[in-house]
């Protein structure tokens, strides 16, 4: 079990969709379950809210969550230099 603080980046194994792989930040940490905002979609900045299991989630520090210039584009992902978003 990984030890999660909030506001850490994690990439969350969805074992429900293919074992697909979404970047996330942890919003907040139960004993089991963690609540997260996970990036649904890159390219039309969506992102939802869920609550999943600990064990799905893997820290991470491939990447970082900004905020651009412009409050109403939310926040976005910016991966670091040699990181693909190709998971």
């Known amino acids: 079990m990984a030890k999660l603080e909030r506001g850490q980046k994690i990439y969350y194994k969805d074992w429900t969709d293919s074992d697909k792989i979404y970047p ?28 999943v299991n600990i064990d799905d989630c893997k820290p991470t520090d491939d990447f970082n969550i900004v905020r651009p210039a412009g409050s109403f584009l939310g926040n976005m992902i910016q991966y ?8």
């Open 24 to 51: 996330a930040k942890v919003i907040h940490c139960k004993y089991r379950y963690v609540i997260i905002d996970v990036l649904i979609n890159e390219h039309g900045n969506t992102w939802e809210r869920w609550e």
């Open 80 to 87: 670091k230099k040699g990181v693909t978003n190709e998971i």
